[in-house]
């Protein structure tokens, strides 16, 4: 856990003026959790994230991990505990690409063999080809590869928490989803304390477990993404989530949270029309979905299709174009059902079996439930 | 053609002399980089201290060679060392500080503070910076400071001759007081190959010494 005490950082100019960059911060990031740190430019992100590993010493506040007061942990210690990702980037050019990410793993004096899988797992992860970088020197690679360099050397020794400053600032869109997802991926799988800084809404909505929004060194707002799309604590905020606050949250809120569970409601392709028929009268259902061979749902059949018919479900049912599972988020399944015509979807759970559907009007409720919350 | 025949008669002297200078002006510089870079890298902490050192070594290059080598002679004497190699060596240490601690200096300064940071916030310890970021990306230019320091070492250990340092300036102070223009000759051909050959092998040493990631593309 990293908690900030009155963090405050009062920086003098050389005309004497004085410029407040952090403000009194209170904050608690639980362990485990990403906390993205997002606002307008020189609102004092940076700032506060170097106040944690004592890059910047602050003017007045404590930090705290795990309890622990950082002025009491020995500053090598504490930095090579915090991963730390630099805004600027600042890769050594001297070194390639494979040792830069190796850096800190050889300082802690790890076998040469232990160094090199990590490299290579790392640059896989960040989508870079080791085959095709890990010998080339940083100046080789675009800006982009060279944040994700970034990112991996950050990552190479395990730290248990991470710092970082926009570092997928320079990641063209299609690579920062991938990496993102990717990172996400990990996060879930190794569970860290993560200080994020973006300036990018969507990124800290998809990102955060909870965002603080910043203004002129000040705390406006610490919460989860969708209490701060749903109800912003005033105005800055409001207008700093953007218009379409609305759309962003369908991507905080998951399918488990709006679909209609109905997990009866289907037939097995070599069932029988009459069986189909039967479930729909007596459970009053305008449709049922019919499982595939390997119990996937593979199409559905409403009570107009099948009407005086007989054979098998099989041969009378309408395909289906996309099935949601439970994690699937609203802004995805919504934007399928926009994309294959349809006003609902199948929902799965993970091991794939049948679980209920998705439809608008369920989005919408979900949506209206969560503002209120 | 008569210099030309002088040196091809002359050449066991010549060589000798020759290794004379390359010996005093290696005896010299070596101790230099060992002192200067530490010291470049060690003023970079403090802008005030920079200041004063790199004056003061300034102030040092500007005094005649002769003038120290007058200091030396008293100071030295009483162990024995007054005249010979050993004042030279000394003076061409001195001498050999400017050019190094001043590249070192603006090397080390000119390193990307990006990186420092990244390597603080690393976790990296002082010595580690300089070890795997600083130096080996300041390594050309503290380089060409020392290839300033030994041209001008070749130059000076010339004057060196008139306190008995030897060198290939004995041919030049002897031409010079026996009027004889075949030694004259001779010794400034030869300190002239020095300068130019000393110059190639250390912008060799440069070039392979300068970290890949940062050699500039061939085209
Ligand atoms: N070393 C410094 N000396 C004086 N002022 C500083 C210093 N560092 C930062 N500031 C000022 O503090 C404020 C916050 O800067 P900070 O770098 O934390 O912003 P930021 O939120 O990271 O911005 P960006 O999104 O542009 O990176 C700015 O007004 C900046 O000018
Ligand atoms: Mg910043």
Redesign the interface.
Known sequence: MIKLQDLTKVFQTPEGTDIVAADKINMEVETGEICILIGPSGCGKTTTL?MV?R?IQPTSGKIYINGKDVTQID??????QLG?V?Q?????????IKENVG??PK?LKWDKKRINDRTVELLEMMALDPAVFADR???QLSGGQQQRV?VA??LAADPEAL?MDEPFGAVDPINRAVIQDEFLKMQRKLKKTILFVSHDIDEAVKMGDKIAIFKDGVLEQYDTPARILGNPANDFVDAFVGADSAIKRLGVLNCEDAYFHEPEGFVTRNETVGKARELMAQKSYSRVVVLGKNGNPKGYITKSDIEGKDGKVNDHHHPIHYIADLKTDCRTALSKMLDNETTWLPVVDESGTYQGYINQMGITHALGRTKRA | MEIIHYMASNMDLILQKTWEHIFIISIAIIPAIFTAVPIGIAITANDDHAKKVITTASVILTIPSLAIFGILIPVLSPFGYGIGEVPAIIALYFYSQLPILRNTYTAIKNV?P??R?????????LM?RLI??EI??ATPVILAGVRTAVVVNISIATIASYIGAGGLGDFIARGISQTDKRQLVAGIIGVSILAICSDMFLAYLQKILT????REEKR
């Open positions: 170097k590993n890059l500053t090598i210690e504490l930095r090579r730390y630099i600027q980037i600042g890769l050594f050019p001297n070194l390639t850096l800190v300082l020197y940083p100046r970034g050397r950050a710092l | 990307d990006a990186l940071e990244a390597a603080n916030g690393m976790g990296m310890t580690q795997y970021a080996p990306l970290p890949k990631g940062i």
